[in-house]
């Protein structure tokens, strides 16, 4: 991977919220903005110099990184909310119509379409030639990246919005009856699941050996990867939507009241805390030593202590996160708008 | 296809004419500033019947409250012990002796069911997600496939704050109407009311497709809460200003037109008829800010919770509850017409409770009781606290 490539949601299959190795300076300008149709509830995705958006209007337009321009679009028959992914040459979105998409990354083209009969808005995850998704249906299906045929599928308990995360053989994923669960990535066995107190919309990091997440039960969770025991837990002022994102012994989130936590992945003690501007369901990126973070605006927070570095009224934003390289930020807004800050 | 409905235009006078007969029963006028409010024309279908079910449905004036401490404990809602309550106050409602003979006094097996949630104050001050897990289990248990239960509400990014997906049982949709103010594609062209507040350009409201013609049973959810504009939002504000699009043009700084304009969209058939049941989420009480604030200062863990057909008469308890605790906090009424109780910094009025963006109009109750949609008399208001 090139070191300007965020190929899925959160840069990688880590889902550790970035950790890329670029180092961050204030942005300085715009270097371009541009709109594309509809409302943009997902975050974009970066490769070989394009950038994908993903929108409401079922549209997924794919951007000249450099300048702005559209190089081509490719219209689903439903809105789209999921952050897309990119493997081997294809772009990978589930759409409202309850269809996973595989389209030509550089064309634009269909490749090959497989149906869900439910609408989807987590991530698809791509490991080891297996695309990986939950629906809304409480389903998570496991199906071949080369032409969408069903490898595996499992019924949860609940809705699935949260993304799922493999490592270590296995599939995790949160889910709506307030269930983590553990899954075989061959078969899709359920191997264990660890209940909260309620939903979970929020996608799970895993970090040596544990997993963390947040619940809409207003805890933070760091479970052990091999049974599902829960290692600790930390108590935030409103349910936990925003996906975590760990660096080093470091794990950051966000919950709902607006607060971002940076606590220790071994004992969860809190190193600091900093309230925004407005309820937080995006996830934090980390990159160097800085938290971006989209709430109302978008925030650059230092790692070290969570003061605020750098903000912008630009990118007001629920689910999207940033996509950070050398040399520019991009980030999208609601409204459908597509920054490129360099 | 042709759309063989046929749809008639009638118009309801302005606020003048509601208001000058309840001006003398508001103790805390002195003089009013507010204008009359302009005619409001009203287009519907043609001949719509109206259902015996529909505002103020089988039990006028009749408002059932019940309260639990335990219902909220750190910030959190207790599912089981919500339950409770609202089985309590369902039988209480109807008379039924069992819960489920209660949901199908106004249910049945063939509904599409709507449940009409409020998430506009999100994620500090919205409808619980653990009262609508039991509204779907209730309409569930007459025999409602889960396929035929909606939640849903205007906007979509607001219910995505609220975690709404993710929170209801599988096989209930989530819809959100809309994505942003002047959205038109989720509204019927036929069905609007229209009137120019302030010279606005477009000048009608559209009501929501899925009311007009997906839906064929509406539960209301309201949050108990203070409005900067309204006085209240409650069961006939969620309704009426959530079932229409392009409703914030009805106030502009210091004046609002939601008297009469409220009661007005309640009135507009078939959203009348298929709202049926209202049940108002009483667990976090916001006394100040409303409807969007989150400053937990001014947010009460009231664990309330009111069941009614009569969205006036449990309107009106709400403001009373509202009126109370902003008198024991020692701040103004929302009645208030001093002009210096006024601001237009949006963030002192976030901060400070002495202070809001309009003159109030709570008045809007009592206009939509002159509508015929209930009672807004405390005293024949059969208002029965369950202890």
Redesign the interface.
Known sequence: MANSDWPTLLCDNSRTGGQSPQRWRAPQKSVWQTSVDG?V?SAPVLRDGLLYVTS?SGYLTALDARTGKVRWRFKAAAPIHATPSLSSGQVLFPSDDGKLYAIDSGSGARTWEMSTGAES?ASPVVSKGTIFFGD???RMHAVSSANGTVEWKRDL???I?STGNVAEERVFVGC?DGNIYSMDEKSGEILWKTPT?????SSPAVADGTLFVGS???FFYAIDLTNGAVRWKHEA???I?SSPAVSGDTVIFAC???VVRALNTQNGKLIWAQGLE??I?APPVISGSTVWIQSGMTHALNLADGSILWRARLGYS??SAPVVTESAVYLTS??GDVYALG | MIDRRQFVKRTCLGGLALYLDHWATSPAYSQDLIPPAPPIHVNEPLGALRSPLGMPGLFPGRVIETADPQAIIS??VSQPVIRRMLDRAMRELTGAQEVREAWRKFIEPKDIVGIKINPSG???CCSS?EIIREIVAGVQSVGVPLQNIHVYDRYA?EI??G?Y???????VRVIGVA??KLDRSGYDPNIYCEANFFGEWETRSYMASIVASGLTKIINVPTMKDHSAAGVTGCLKNLGYGTFNNVDRSHRRPFSFTDPLIGVMCSVEPLRSKAVLHIMDGMRMLWHGGPLS?NSKFISHAGILMVGTDPVAMDTIELEKIETKRRNEGVPSVWSRDPKSLTENGAEFYEDATKNLFYRQPHHIAAAAKLGLGTCELRQIDHRVLS
Do not use: C, H
């Open positions: 409302w509830r409401q808005w809304a249906n409480g308990g609940g809705k919005y709506g107190g309620n939903g979970i919309d809409l039960d207003f002022e409103l349910g939507s709902k009241a607006g407005q309820a369901t629920l689910q609601m409204e | 910030n959190r999100a994620p500090a997600p990014f995505d704050i975690s997906q993710t929170l209801v049982p599988l096989g994505e942003r989150q």
